[in-house]
Nanobody, 122 residues
Framework: QVLLVESGGGLAQAGGSLKLSCAVSGPTLNIYRVAWFRQAAGKERELIAT????????YYVDSVKGRFTISFRSAERTVYLQMDSLKPEDTAIYYC???????????????WGQGSQVTVSS
């Protein structure tokens, strides 16, 4: 099965930057899309960015557009989330996940990373 292993995250001050990595291993033939989600304390899991596995096309939710960048290095089979101009409201656990179809529905993402804590202080 597909295995997603996250790294990065940590603590940053408001206005600072952090970078998350998501290393993808296993059979990737059926991956259509990789996404980053986040879940803040007491809130539902939110999709924030996606990248098409073959075309590289991207999508961002409005709250991170212009501040976050999702990218993919095929040789390393790693998806990145560069987070700039961080805000305290970006504090959450961040997850990468893969889906075999084009979807924004978290329930259709069948493989998930372990989660990385991102904390932004004001």
């Amino acid at each position: 099965q597909v295995l997603l292993v996250e790294s990065g995250g940590g603590l940053a001050q408001a206005g600072g930057s952090l970078k998350l990595s998501c290393a993808v291993s296993g059979p990737t033939l059926n991956i259509y899309r990789v996404a980053w989600f986040r879940q803040a304390a007491g809130k539902e899991r939110e999709l924030i960015a996606t990248i098409n596995w073959t075309t590289g096309s991207t999508y961002y939710v409005d709250s991170v557009k212009g501040r976050f960048t999702i990218s993919f290095r095929s040789a390393e089979r790693t998806v990145y989330l560069q987070m700039d101009s961080l805000k305290p409201e970006d504090t959450a656990i961040y997850y990468c996940a893969s889906s075999p179809i084009a979807t924004m529905n978290p329930g259709s993402y069948n493989f998930w990373g372990q989660g990385s804590q991102v904390t932004v202080s004001s």
